[in-house]
C-alpha cells in the first residue's frame, strides 16, 4: 500500500443514549457499508476500539491504500453518514502520509552503491 491513514471517530452522549441494538444497526447501517466498499476498492482497514479518558469509548481506524481517491471517497461517505450528521459521532482527527517502504521502492534504483 502507497498510503496509509488513521481517522479517530469520537462517540458523542447522543450515540450512549441508543440502545446497543440501535447502536449496531447504525453501524450496519452505515459504516459497515462504506468500509466494505473501501476494501472492495483494493483499500486495507483496520478497526480498533479505545477506551479514552473523559469518554466512554472511541474508535480509530488505520488505513491502508494506492489510491487517494478511495480514502476520499470513504471519508465522504463516512461525513454524510447518519453516524456522523445525526450528532451520534465526530470524526475529531485524521492524518494521511506516504508509507517509508514506498519510498524506499521507488528509490532503490537511485540510491548510491554501498562499497566495502
Do not use: C, Q
Not at 54 to 61: L, V
Not at 84 to 112: N, Q
Request: aromatic share 12%; no cysteine; charged share 30%.
Amino acid at each position: 500500500m502507497k498510503f496509509a491513514a488513521v481517522i479517530v471517530v469520537n462517540y458523542l452522549t447522543p450515540w450512549y443514549e441508543l440502545s446497543l441494538d440501535e447502536r449496531i444497526a447504525v453501524e450496519h447501517e452505515n459504516v459497515f457499508p462504506s468500509i466494505g466498499a473501501f476494501v472492495k476498492r483494493g483499500g486495507e482497514i483496520t478497526p480498533v476500539r479505545a477506551i479514552k479518558y473523559g469518554r466512554e469509548a472511541e474508535s480509530f481506524f488505520i488505513l491502508g491504500f494506492d489510491e487517494m481517491e478511495d480514502y476520499l471517497d470513504l471519508v465522504r461517505e463516512l461525513r454524510s453518514s447518519r453516524l456522523l450528521t445525526s450528532g451520534l459521532a465526530a470524526i475529531d482527527f485524521e492524518t494521511v502520509g506516504l508509507k517509508e517502504a514506498y519510498f524506499a521502492e521507488r528509490d532503490k534504483d537511485r540510491s548510491p552503491a554501498v562499497t566495502s
